[in-house]
């Protein structure tokens, strides 16, 4: 662009000025080296002060420049001189476009619209470097976040490993020591103590439960295998494994498409949300519930509705959070809902609550395409 600027202008000299607070740089220039320079040295830092495109035949004969070191010898020998302000897309004044000789001349129109088209476009240059660079090191921060996100994972995975076997060891010491005293106690009519050990059996089961979904949480959705998961094959499974759970239920099943994922782990998905739509039913009422599916975008959105007891907006959020719990009387270690959302996201994905007409809760999940 400096090269063009000199051609159309016909002089021997060109640079591209950008001037900070104390220099000038001369980020690219033609017909010498470029350099840097204190700003008050610099001709161009006074036609920034002054404003607009400058042209001038002969610097030597301009009060504003005459005793500039460019133009009186200490810094060179300047005579004809032009500036075109470099101006930011909101304004602000960057440096020039500056244009000189050692000889006197002048410029016509189409030459000093020229200079100012180019002006235009060094800045478009410069300001598509600087997004560059900016986009540059964003990508750079993703990258070790994401690096970051993977050793986290796998150090989560490998604590909850560790933990749930340190865990799982005293756990099943207690467990089975508290068995052989209940088998002694059923032995004795009316011992006092059964009702004792009956409540701490529920307590170590309990534990049990929570170990294992915590180590689930932290193991899913670190590895997926990918392939076509259908669906309208799967939903039949899981309700018949959650025969039990659903006892009564009325489920309609809709229309459900194949999307492409861990089969394994989006069947566990579907299946905590069907069965969490059976547990939290109106009280006396028998559950009903119509999973189904639809194209939404670039993907697909499935739905478990229910005709339950329903979520507060408040609320539609937080339940995702590992061990929130809304109702404290459920069973579940409200693990299962943050479990949900952590393999959905590893999908690419997302997934809510929301309030369904007429009443109940609606559980969604949107996947993207492959």
């Not at 909850?160 to 005293?181: E, F, K």
């Not at 809709?254 to 998905?269: E, I, N, S, W, Y």
Request: include cysteine.
């Amino acid at each position: 662009m400096v090269e063009m600027a000199a051609y159309v202008a016909r002089v021997p000299l060109a640079t591209v000025n950008v001037i900070t607070s104390h220099q000038q740089h001369q980020v690219a220039a033609v017909g010498f080296e470029a350099s840097v320079c204190r700003r008050e040295d610099s001709m161009c830092a006074i036609s920034l002060a002054i404003g607009g495109q400058i042209v001038v035949p002969d610097a030597s004969q301009d009060e504003r420049y005459r005793d500039n070191p460019f133009v009186r010898g200490p810094l060179g020998d300047v005579r004809f001189y032009a500036a075109q302000p470099l101006l930011t897309p909101d304004g602000f004044a960057i440096g020039t476009l500056c244009l000189f000789d050692t000889e006197p001349r002048e410029l016509d129109e189409d030459q000093k619209t020229a200079l100012l088209t180019m002006a235009d476009r060094i800045v478009d240059i410069l300001e598509l470097s600087r997004r560059t660079r900016a986009l540059n090191d964003s990508l750079v921060r993703m990258e070790e976040m994401r690096d970051e996100l993977v050793r986290s994972n796998e150090h989560l995975a490998a604590f909850a490993g560790q933990v749930s076997h340190d865990l799982r060891n005293p756990l099943s010491t207690v467990a089975m020591s508290l068995y052989l005293l209940q088998e002694e106690l059923d032995d004795e009519d009316e011992a006092p103590g059964a009702r004792t050990v009956e409540r701490a059996l529920r307590g170590t089961r309990r534990m049990q439960t929570l170990i294992e979904d915590l180590l689930a949480f932290a193991r899913v959705g670190g590895t997926l295998r990918r392939e076509d998961v259908h669906l309208a094959a799967e939903v039949p499974m899981l309700l018949a494994d959650l025969a039990g759970a659903l006892g009564g239920a009325d489920v309609t099943l809709g229309d459900l498409p194949t999307v492409c994922g861990d089969a394994t782990q989006l069947r566990a998905v579907l299946q905590n949300l069907v069965a969490n739509a059976a547990k939290f039913t109106r009280p006396g009422h028998a559950p009903e519930i119509e999973i189904s599916g639809h194209r939404s975008g670039e993907g697909w959105r499935i739905e478990v509705a229910d005709r339950g007891l329903g979520i507060g907006p408040e609320d539609a959020q937080r339940v995702f959070e590992p061990l929130v719990r809304l109702d404290e009387g459920a069973d579940g270690s409200g693990i299962g809902l943050a479990t949900c959302r952590r393999v959905v996201q590893a999908h690419g994905g997302s997934i809510g609550l929301e309030p369904r007409d007429g009443g109940g809760t609606v559980a969604w999940l949107w996947l993207p395409d492959a």
